[in-house]
């Protein structure tokens, strides 16, 4: 039985785990994968025949090599794990423990995002984004970002839907929306929806256009983390706020 710490060992040698990356993209033969390396046959042929022994690898009756289905779980992980080490300093300076287990294993769909650690900016990319939204807007906040009243209370006029996700326990300027869109109308939901709740995860904005999300440092949001336009962190950070409206109970006197 291999332990974690021998996968750990097969793992750490920089040409093994480039070739089960490059695996992943798509079979290859030998010559192909060691040209890619820029290493022997001989020495390419001995990584795989060792990621082979592991269960990571195995050669298919074409003679090309490709990744079993251990060695898709394990590429998987390792996305998660880079993610988390690329981003150390960050994660160690905030807190993550309010992310739902399923979110919180998934995190590395940010992968491909800004990490903003100016606070200005990061509210700035919020501001400046709400207006190429064509769809929907989501906010999850203690506070609204800077600049926002209009680009917000303008988004249901031009049929945007809009959903506000407030902590309570914090006392800050609310925006006055058009009564009319605060209304259902022919049993659709309203376009806009404001419930305010007890909020222990991070500060979010989602969109069809982006999507920023900061953690908080401890008890409070530094307002510092990542923003991006790719789809996948966008789905990650529109999932966790449908889970956030769909299970947080609103405030008793809202």
Not at 22 to 32: G, H, K, W
Not at 100 to 124: H, V, Y
Not at 139 to 148: A, H, M, S
Request: charged letters at 25%; a negative charge.
């Amino acid at each position: 039985m291999l332990s974690v710490d021998d996968l750990f060992f097969e793992l750490s040698n920089e040409d093994r785990l480039a070739l089960i990356r490059m695996l992943r993209a798509e079979p290859s033969n030998l010559t192909a994968l060691s040209k890619k390396l820029d290493l022997s046959l001989q020495q390419t042929s001995r990584h795989l025949t060792r990621m082979g022994k592991t269960g990571l690898t195995e050669k298919n009756p074409s003679g090309k090599y490709s990744l079993t289905g251990y060695g898709w779980l394990i590429v998987d992980a390792l996305d998660h794990l880079s993610f988390v080490s690329t981003y150390r300093e960050y994660i160690c300076g905030h807190d993550l423990s309010g992310l739902p287990i399923d979110f919180l294993r998934t995190i590395d769909r940010l992968g491909k995002s800004d990490l903003k650690l100016n606070a200005i900016e990061f509210l700035g990319y919020i501001s400046q984004n709400l207006e190429k939204a064509d769809h929907f807007i989501y906010l999850q906040i203690d506070l609204y970002p800077f600049d926002t009243a209009e680009n917000l209370k303008a988004a249901p006029e031009n049929g945007v839907r809009v959903r506000v996700l407030k902590n309570h326990s914090v006392s800050s300027r609310d925006i006055a929306f058009n009564p009319v869109h605060l209304r259902s109308c022919d049993g659709e939901l309203p376009l806009v929806e404001v419930r305010k709740s007890a909020i222990d995860g991070p500060y979010l904005y989602v969109s069809d256009a982006g999507c920023a999300v900061a953690f908080k440092t401890g008890t409070e949001y530094d307002y510092k983390g990542f923003t991006s336009q790719d789809p996948d962190a966008v789905e990650w950070c529109r999932g966790l706020f449908q889970y956030n409206w769909e299970t947080l109970p609103p405030h008793p006197s809202r």
